[in-house]
């Protein structure tokens, strides 16, 4: 790879000049002409009668693939430049023109969805039958069943359209609401305000009382903003909520579930196990409380490191054992995230003004991604650095198919990040030159099941919860930490000796408008990856191949069908999440043993 690797990403090959770009209004102008155009097609088409007829409607879906590609470009790009800069006014202005535009597509797409709901199944069988439209069959057969469950066109277009400034428009207002946050961090004698994925990153700090203080003030700083982080999630909710019961839907979690792809019985699976699980990571916790010289963890410990600190991991580096470690298991997975690294597609400079967190997003019509994060040389840092990649890996390997077969769900898209994570983990775990730096390393595995079996358990929970209470009206500041310190006791079994109340404040998955319960998918992810990685284990360099090819088929089946082509087994059972699970204990007894006369 080139030396030294850039810490900031390179958005000029996507679109030169940022938020004044004349070549983005440019494009921005051509979407909204043809977003029209395509809302004239559709206007002036009819449910087909007979084959012939669908061939009208192949040349809609033609300009409706184009639009989408477009119009995906142009929300990634915009949201890009506000993530850099959170006080980038333009970045603003060009968010709120695209949600316009998305609203408008939107609205084109239901009407056109209704065509499909109208259309006889006789001639329906015949059109997904000719070469050039099967492919697109399970996309085309979920809109239109999704069609049959939803309001007329015209309330749903309505309602579309009175989301830019109500649901959507309160969730860009919290991210105002976190842009506006200062957090004062004392460094020496100076004193300094950090933004808050600044301050984020310091309550990972080694030093107890760094967390301990940050903390504190982490706590006060979200406390101080909650009635405007209440007022926000309240009517997030409210909108959600209201347009469920116009479409009939009674379950709040049946969107979620369908954008997942995945069956109530399968989440209810896997919640199953991992509860039956969950007694070998309170031993776990135990012990790392006993190792951190403490009577139990509170929160902030939760993620503390175990032992001393090696020191910040430079970022050269942490690309550099990335890359060694992704060969490991396929050349192509390295040589792409070469190529991540070689582009300056991935933002990671510590600065203020950046929004916290990180993400991945994939242009379209570029066919590039980019990755964001703020890096300061931690292992969670590493981490999220192989999580993102393998999101942008996941993309990749779709960018071939059919637009419309390049929506995969979050979940599997989850999977494939999660096991790029798990690549690197344990490949660092079997390097360790030391007992003490392989229980170091062990501990930061650890550390997912901790998150994703405790932690977005308990954001699970809560979230259940909350939009039940706010079925009856709307919900207080106070009774949202009552909420959350409930679920986090809960899902936590009880084992901390203090929570994070404010924590539904300051979590931006919460206030996310275009994707409801932003939290299952990731333990879903989790369990599913670590799964793949059991088999990988067991059948070696040829999973791979395998891999790749189940990843270049999640756009088109539900998690079931996926899972039982490409690896014969049912989620509806405990099997394959107790195997995922079972290889989980197997680091928690294994770090147990190590650490039995340590503390």
Known sequence: MKQPISLTWELDSIFPGGSASPQFENF?????TDIEALGRQVADAAPPSDLESTRKLDEVIALLQSCSGRLVEAAEFAGCLGAQNQQDKGAVRLSSKVTGLRAGFKGVSSTFDNLLRQTTDEVWSQWMARPEIAPLEFVLGESRDLAREKMSPELESLAL???????????????TIVGSIQ??????????????????????????????????????????????????LNHLAGFRLNLYNGRGWEDVLKEPLGINRMSHASLDMMWDVITKSKPALVS?????????????????????????????????????????????????????????????????????????????????????????????????NVSTLAHELGHAYHSYLLEDLPLLNQNYAMNVA????????????????????????????????????????????????FETRFYEKRKHGL????????????????????????????????????????????????????????????????????????????????????????????????????????????????DINEFLRMTEHSG
């Open 284 to 380: 776990y916790l135990n012990r790392k409380a006993k190792l951190l010289g403490l009577e139990s963890l509170a929160w902030v410990d939760v993620e503390a490191p175990v032992g001393k600190s090696s020191g910040k991991i430079p970022y050269d580096q942490a690309a550099n054992d990335i890359v060694a470690q992704f060969r490991k298991f396929s050349p192509k997975l390295a040589d792409f995230a070469e190529r991540a690294f070689d582009s300056s597609w991935i933002e990671v400079e510590d600065r203020p003004a950046k929004r916290p967190g990180g993400f991945c997003v994939s242009f379209p019509e570029s066919r590039e991604s980019r990755i964001f994060m703020t890096y300061s040389g931690t292992p969670s």
């Open 28 to 32: 921005l102008r051509k979407l909204e």
């Open 414 to 461: 989850e999977t494939a990040s999660t096991f790029a994570e798990v690549i690197v983990a344990d490949a660092q775990v079997k390097a360790a030159a030391s007992a003490e730096e392989k229980i170091a390393l062990l501990e930061a595995k650890i550390q997912n099941s901790v998150a994703f079996f405790m932690n977005i358990h308990a954001r699970f929970l």
């Open 161 to 175: 359209t009175l989301a830019v400034d109500g649901y959507h428009g309160w969730s860009e207002h919290y991210e």
């Open 183 to 232: 957090i004062p961090y004392e460094e020496g004698e100076e004193t300094r305000l950090l933004s808050v994925g600044q301050a984020f990153n310091k309550l990972d700090d080694p030093d107890p009382k760094v967390r301990a203080a940050m903390f504190r003030k982490w706590e006060v700083a979200w406390g101080g903003a909650e009635d405007y982080c209440a007022d926000t």
């Open 475 to 586: 919900v207080n500041a106070g009774e949202l930490s009552a909420l959350m310190v409930e679920a986090q006791k809960e899902a936590f079994c009880g084992v901390l000796s203090g929570y994070h109340p404010h924590f539904w404040a300051s979590k931006l998955h919460f206030y996310i408008s275009e994707v409801p319960f932003y939290n299952f998918p990731y333990t879903v992810g989790y369990m599913f990856s670590t799964g793949l990685y059991r088999l990988a284990l067991q059948e070696g360099a040829s999973f791979a191949d395998k891999y790749d090819s189940l990843l270049r088929d999640t756009g088109i089946m539900t998690l079931e069908d996926l899972v039982s082509k490409h690896l014969g087994a049912d989620l509806t059972q405990p099997e394959f999440w107790q195997g995922a699970a079972d290889l989980i204990i197997e």
